[in-house]
């Protein structure tokens, strides 16, 4: 019981981590394009006590996790403030600092694939730690595959990670506002202010009706890029 509720904290310890660091580097790359607003916030840091929304960061995972059996958690941080009238670049600038999340969360599962696949396991036993964390989530039993083990250990570490972070990557990317994807369809497509302003208002209203009436686009490339990224580790 004890080894399931340490991975189940590690679960959620890597999805918090994620989104943090998903939200540094929006401000990093806000910051390399001139505007410092993250940095004056002091927001360009790891320190998770300056990006946590105590909604978002901790209860609406914890909920998550408890009501799904300890399954599945979702949540978000405090966006890094930014002041895109002061980028280099007026019509890319936004876009660029809004696609810097979601390339973040891609690198670090690139990262962790690279790790992951140095790590000398049998194919069968990789496989069952990835179809556990992907479809199952069933801690005990993966607490019984790992025990015993650093490489096994190390390689549910990774795993989780890439996890998460195709997740968030994908998500992000979707072209409605308020996430990252939306950023970049403004840039490409010409909308009228007025435009934009409503459907960042209520974008969020429409994200959640999009993913419950048709789950299927999305459900397909978050697994073709789990199928991808995880495939390379074995």
Known sequence: MLNEIVLIVIYFFILIYSIILHEVAHGVMASWLGDKTAEYAGRITANPLKHIDPWMTIIVPFLMLVLSGGRFAFGGAKPVPYNPY????????????ALAGPASNIGIAVLAVILAKI??????????????????????????????????????????????????????????????????????IPIKMETVAILEQFGFIFLIMLIILFPGPFSFLLNLFWSIFFSLTV
């Open 86 to 97: 002061n980028l280099k670049n007026q019509k890319w600038g936004p876009a660029l600092v």
């Open 119 to 188: 790590i000398s396991l049998p194919m069968n036993a990789k496989l069952d730690i990835i179809n556990n964390i992907r479809f199952e989530s069933d801690w005990g039993s993966l607490a019984t595959v790992i025990s015993g083990s650093w490489g096994t250990i190390c390689f549910t570490f990774l795993t989780i990670i890439i996890f998460w972070n195709i997740l968030l990557a994908v998500f992000n990317l979707i072209p409605i506002p308020p996430l990252d994807g939306s950023k970049l369809l403004f840039s490409i």
